[in-house]
C-alpha cells in the first residue's frame, strides 16, 4: 500500500507541474494540495516504522518516475530533458540508455526498501560477519 500511496504522490506531482507549465494554474494549484495533502495524511493511513526508509525510497521513486510522468502528462516526448532545473542540466549530459537503467534501479531498490527487504539483507551481512 505505500508502494502505491508513493506512486500516486509523484503521479500527482508531475501531473500539477505540467499543468502550471501548460498555463492551467486553477487545476495546478488543486492537484499541488492533493499531492501535498497525501504526502502529509500518510503518517495518519499507513503505519510508517522507519521514517529514513521511507524518505529515501520516495527520493528513489522520484528519480524513477517523475520525468517520464511530467512528460507524458505535458505532451512531450518521454525521453525529453528540460534545460532550466539544476536536475536536468545533470541528466542531459548523461546517456538516455544509461539513465533508464539507473531509474530502473532506483524503482527496483525504492520497492524493496518499502517491502522490507532490506532487512533481510542486513540479516545475511550480520550472520556473514
Known amino acids: 500500500m505505500t508502494i502505491l500511496f508513493c506512486i500516486l ?3 500527482l506531482k508531475a501531473l500539477a507541474d505540467s499543468q502550471n507549465d501548460s498555463g492551467h494554474k486553477g487545476l ?5 494540495g ?7 495524511s500518510m503518517p495518519y493511513i499507513i503505519e510508517l516504522p522507519v521514517w529514513s526508509i521511507q524518505i529515501i ?18 505532451g512531450l516526448p518521454i525521453s525529453y530533458i528540460g ?17 533508464l537503467f539507473v531509474r530502473g534501479i532506483c524503482l527496483i531498490v525504492g520497492i524493496s526498501l518499502l517491502l522490507g527487504l532490506h532487512n533481510r539483507v542486513i540479516e545475511i551481512v550480520k550472520s556473514l560477519l
Open 9 to 11: 504522490i509523484i503521479l
Open 83 to 99: 534545460t532550466t532545473p539544476w536536475w536536468d542540466q545533470i541528466i542531459v549530459k548523461v546517456p538516455f540508455g544509461f539513465m
Open 57 to 74: 525510497a520516495f527520493t528513489l521513486f522520484m528519480i524513477a518516475i517523475f520525468d517520464y510522468a511530467y512528460n507524458i502528462f505535458r
Open 34 to 40: 492533493s499531492w501535498m495533502f497525501i504526502l502529509l
Open 28 to 32: 495546478g494549484h488543486v492537484l499541488t
